[in-house]
């Protein structure tokens, strides 16, 4: 019997769900916006929250603890380093899912995942970067 029990299954098993999670929010940390389905959004959104929160507590056991869970431990360094302090006065819901609409392959709704204050930043253009070139 599953009484209370509420979890995203994502149609995989135990160890394939477990490792899917944990690269998703590995990859949120590191470059703090993920462009997934709106399932799989959802399934990491509590688990990045309780990387954070492990974050703001910096102590060993917490650093432990992430390094338990999070694949590279460059990603743990920024989340002790960076992302704890940034959302220490804030008391939780850290990330964001943003829906972006079907995709085209198969309709899936795709959504972004985000930490607040990963706000868009412009890329330069071509045109400004070979400026500086000479022609040929």
Known sequence: MRHRVKRYQLRRNTAHRRALLRNLVTSLLEKERIKTTLAKAKAARP?????????????????????????????????????????????????????????SGDGAPMAMLELLGAEYKKKARKKEKEKGKPAR
Do not use: W
């Open 47 to 103: 688990v990045a929250e309780k990387m954070i929160t492990l974050g703001k507590k910096d102590t060993l056991t917490a650093r432990r603890l992430a390094l338990a869970y999070l694949t590279r431990e460059a990603v743990v360094q920024k989340l002790f380093s960076e992302l704890g302090p940034r959302f220490k006065e804030r008391p939780g819901g850290y990330t964001r899912v943003v829906k972006l609409g079907p995709r």
